[in-house]
């Protein structure tokens, strides 16, 4: 009889038994003493194998949108066709519908960050440009969930002199690649900077 524990370095101990009536009483003994200190019985045996991901089965939700983009390979910075490819392979497995969900999401995510707070905070050198002002929203969107979240909330948080302008791509590139179509679709916001009018609206006047 063989038995160890399952891990990087597994421990193995053999006994040998005069019948199979003593293995067994053996055996159940240990399981006993497993049971009390906690193990349950079968869950490893009944626990799933890691899996990839399943796009195709996926709907776009704002999880899924986040999902997408925490897969750029940031190890090819520099090469923006290589730092999407895992986003636009995924993307592109899920339906047309999905895909220009994920394009509305990324636009939302785009349009809250267009306010004048962001703009003024994102100047470099006191040089401001509408398209450099979206690129470096795009910076945002493109390093995950939180760290979107933090600058939306705080402004001065905001990238100076950076861009990521091919994140407005990557769901038409998905869409051509399973298509092998153009993706002629707008959402119904604007990412366009100024677009966002709240965001824009004067600051009032000291008193």
Same mark, same amino acid.
């Given at each position: 009889?063989? *038995?160890?524990?399952?891990?990087?370095?597994?421990?193995?101990?053999?006994?040998?038994?005069?019948?199979?009536?003593?293995a067994?009483?053996?055996?159940?003994?240990?399981?006993?003493?497993?049971?009390k200190?906690?193990?349950?019985?079968? $869950?490893?045996?009944?626990?799933? $194998?890691?899996?990839q991901?399943?796009? &195709?089965?996926?709907?776009?939700?704002?999880?899924?949108?986040?999902?997408?983009?925490?897969?750029? *390979?940031?190890k090819?910075?520099?090469?923006?066709? &290589?730092?999407? %490819?895992? #986003?636009?392979?995924?993307?592109?497995?899920?339906?047309?519908?999905?895909?220009?969900?994920? %394009?509305?999401?990324?636009?939302?995510?785009? /349009? $809250?960050?267009?306010?004048? #707070?962001h703009?003024?905070?994102?100047?470099?050198?006191?040089f401001?440009?509408?398209?450099?002002?979206?690129y470096?929203?795009?910076?945002?969107? #493109? *390093?995950g969930?939180?760290?979107?979240?933090?600058?939306?909330?705080?402004?001065?948080?905001?990238?100076?002199?950076?861009?990521?302008?091919?994140?407005?791509?990557?769901?038409?590139?998905?869409?051509?690649?399973?298509?092998g179509?153009?993706?002629?679709?707008?959402?119904?916001?604007?990412?366009?900077?100024? /677009?966002n009018? #709240?965001?824009w609206?004067?600051?009032?006047?000291?008193?």
């Open positions: 009889m063989q *038995n160890g524990r399952i891990g990087a370095s597994p421990r193995e101990t053999r006994h040998d038994f005069d019948d199979e009536a003593t067994q009483r053996y055996s159940e003994k240990l399981i006993a003493e497993k049971l200190k906690g193990y349950v019985e079968g $869950a490893i045996a009944a626990a799933p $194998a890691h899996q991901p399943v796009w &195709a089965e996926m709907m776009m939700d704002e999880d899924v949108f986040w999902r997408i983009i925490k897969l750029f *390979n940031w090819k910075l520099g090469d923006d066709d &290589a730092v999407l %490819e895992p #986003a636009i392979k995924a993307l592109s497995k899920m339906s047309i519908d999905d895909i220009k969900r994920f %394009e509305d999401i990324m636009t939302e995510k785009l /349009h $809250a960050l267009d306010t004048r #707070a703009a003024k905070a994102g100047m470099f050198d006191d401001f440009s509408d398209d450099g002002f979206l470096q929203r795009c910076v945002v969107v #493109a *390093n969930k939180q760290v979107f979240e933090e600058i939306l909330a705080d402004p001065d948080q905001m990238p100076q002199d950076s861009e990521f302008e091919c994140l407005l791509y990557l769901a038409g590139s998905a869409y051509e690649r399973k298509t179509e153009e993706f002629d679709y707008s959402s119904p916001l604007s990412y366009e900077s100024g /677009h009018e #709240a965001g609206e004067k600051e009032p006047q000291a008193q």
